[in-house]
């Protein structure tokens, strides 16, 4: 396979969906959307657990696991599995699946397709969990990122239109669509969280469409206004990451394009003021995974690993960072030669989701882990899937 530039990849895929500009319709508005052959809903149906892999049961966990696998109809069937020892639950079937993102409050799901069209025709649609109705957002759009509001009352998301990017903001009580920026400019505008307090949207400017940043941007929700909050002139800005209603984001800059090595920085929002974390020739500055945030807001879970300096053997370190003291702990090391070992979500404020601690190379392997290294438990082989998010 093809390998992606060593920055892009350690930085910013899994984080970014990158698009070049394309002319592309303005969201309609709820009511005058069409039916949505594409996605299929029926009674939920459990599926067994497969081949040899036990039941989940951790009771110290109250959150469950959305995932996606292949259906053999065709498209993705998304599933929700929960740590009650339950075997998984069938949510809804989705043509070409590009994004799941869980509402905070647990009500909905915010779903992100493709139509067969291609690009200028994804399809934003909510599933509510609690009978599994299907409520439409938006169509024939290119939609880059999502965001829900702490409250699980609104989503923001950014979408290419009329050869600019536009940030749109969807009232869920009201079902109206609201446009908050509008950017003709050179590179796209996209979303990384709602911040402070839900009052305002953490924005983040990509380098003339590329996979990295050079500005960071607070957009308020009302009135509708934008202010730049840090510039970086040398475009090396790659991870901009904040908890969802946080005062402060996390910044990672590079040294070059070609070096892999990170500079991360903690960024008060209100203030403005940079307090460095972790230096470039520190051991944990080659940064491979995008950051997660614990529950109170007060750490990240990310990814080390000295194969994106060194090559494709090496080891993945997952280790837990203390945003506010900048202290770095390990929580485990995986001989690395296939997939990236990496955290994906917090499940309390002691116990990580995390794949392919076993050092598995082929598909997605779930696993839990406390963040000081015990209690690791395999939960589901994912067969050629994918986790999406998770749900309270």
């Given at each position: 396979?093809?390998?992606?530039?060593?920055?892009?990849?350690?930085?910013?895929?899994?984080?970014?969906?990158?698009?070049?500009?394309?002319?592309?319709?303005?969201?309609?508005?709820?009511?005058?959307?069409?039916?949505?052959?594409?996605?299929?809903?029926?009674?939920?149906?459990?599926?067994?657990?497969?081949?040899?892999?036990?039941?989940?049961?951790?009771?110290?966990?109250?959150?469950?696991?959305?995932?996606?696998?292949?259906?053999?109809?065709?498209?993705?069937?998304?599933?929700?599995?929960?740590?009650?020892?339950?075997?998984?639950?069938?949510?809804?079937?989705?043509?070409?699946?590009?994004?799941?993102?869980?509402?905070?409050?647990?009500?909905?799901?915010?779903?992100?397709?493709?139509?067969?069209?291609?690009?200028?025709?994804?399809?934003?649609?909510?599933?509510?969990?609690?009978?599994?109705?299907?409520?439409?957002?938006?169509?024939?759009?290119?939609?880059?990122?999502?965001?829900?509001?702490?409250?699980?009352?609104?989503?923001?998301?950014?979408?290419?239109?009329?050869?600019?990017?536009?940030?749109?903001?969807?009232?869920?009580?009201?079902?109206?669509?609201?446009?908050?920026?509008?950017?003709?400019?050179?590179?796209?505008?996209?979303?990384?969280?709602?911040?402070?307090?839900?009052?305002?949207?953490?924005?983040?400017?990509?380098?003339?469409?590329?996979?990295?940043?050079?500005?960071?941007?607070?957009?308020?929700?009302?009135?509708?206004?934008?202010?730049?909050?840090?510039?970086?002139?040398?475009?090396?800005?790659?991870?901009?990451?904040?908890?969802?209603?946080?005062?402060?984001?996390?910044?990672?800059?590079?040294?070059?394009?070609?070096?892999?090595?990170?500079?991360?920085?903690?960024?008060?929002?209100?203030?403005?003021?940079?307090?460095?974390?972790i230096e470039r020739g520190d051991a944990n500055a080659l940064?491979?995974?995008?950051?997660?945030?614990?529950?109170?807001?007060?750490?990240?879970?990310?990814?080390?690993?000295?194969?994106?300096?060194?090559?494709?053997?090496?080891?993945?370190?997952?280790?837990?960072?203390?945003?506010?003291?900048?202290?770095?702990?390990?929580?485990?090391?995986?001989?690395?030669?296939?997939?990236?070992?990496?955290?994906?979500?917090?499940?309390?404020?002691?116990?990580?989701?995390?794949?392919?601690?076993?050092?598995?190379?082929?598909?997605?392997?779930?696993?839990?882990?406390?963040?000081?290294?015990?209690?690791?438990?395999?939960?589901?082989?994912?067969?050629?899937?994918?986790?999406?998010?998770?749900?309270?």
């Amino acid at each position: 396979m093809k390998q992606l530039p060593i920055l892009g990849t350690f930085l910013v895929v899994s984080i970014l969906i990158a698009c070049a500009p394309v002319a592309s319709p303005a969201p309609a508005s709820p009511s005058t959307l069409t039916p949505l052959p594409v996605i299929e809903i029926g009674t939920p149906t459990l599926i067994p657990t497969l081949g040899s892999e036990s039941a989940w049961l951790e009771p110290a966990v109250h959150k469950s696991i959305v995932f996606e696998r292949p259906s053999l109809s065709g498209g993705q069937d998304i599933y929700r599995l929960s740590p009650d020892g339950s075997p998984p639950t069938k949510l809804t079937n989705i043509y070409n699946l590009f994004q799941v993102l869980a509402s905070p409050n647990g009500k909905y799901l915010a779903i992100q397709t493709r139509l067969p069209e291609g690009v200028e025709h994804d399809v934003l649609v909510l599933l509510s969990l609690s009978d599994l109705s299907l409520n439409p957002v938006a169509e024939n759009t290119w939609i880059t990122t999502l965001a829900w509001a702490p409250s699980g009352d609104a989503l923001a998301y950014t979408q290419w239109a009329n050869n600019g990017v536009q940030v749109i903001l969807y009232d869920l009580t009201s079902q109206k669509l609201q446009t908050l920026l509008e950017w003709g400019g050179s590179g796209p505008w996209e979303i990384t969280a709602w911040v402070l307090g839900g009052e305002k949207l953490l924005l983040q400017h990509l380098a003339g469409g590329g996979l990295l940043s050079d500005q960071v941007a607070l957009l308020s929700i009302q009135p509708s206004e934008m202010q730049i909050i840090y510039t970086d002139s040398t475009k090396l800005t790659g991870i901009v990451s904040a908890a969802t209603g946080g005062q402060v984001a996390l910044v990672t800059q590079a040294v070059s394009t070609t070096n892999p090595r990170v500079k991360l920085q903690r960024l008060d929002l209100i203030s403005g003021s940079f307090t460095p974390l972790i230096e470039r020739g520190d051991a944990n500055a080659l940064v491979a995974s995008v950051l997660d945030w614990s529950p109170d807001g007060k750490r990240v879970a990310f990814t080390v690993s000295d194969r994106i300096e060194k090559g494709t053997s090496g080891v993945d370190k997952i280790v837990v960072l203390d945003v506010g003291s900048g202290e770095v702990s390990i929580v485990t090391e995986v001989a690395g030669t296939g997939i990236l070992a990496r955290p994906l979500a917090w499940l309390s404020d002691e116990i990580l989701l995390a794949r392919n601690l076993g050092g598995e190379a082929l598909d997605e392997v779930l696993y839990t882990i406390r963040v000081d290294g015990s209690g690791m438990q395999r939960i589901l082989n994912l067969s050629g899937g994918r986790f999406l998010t998770t749900l309270p």
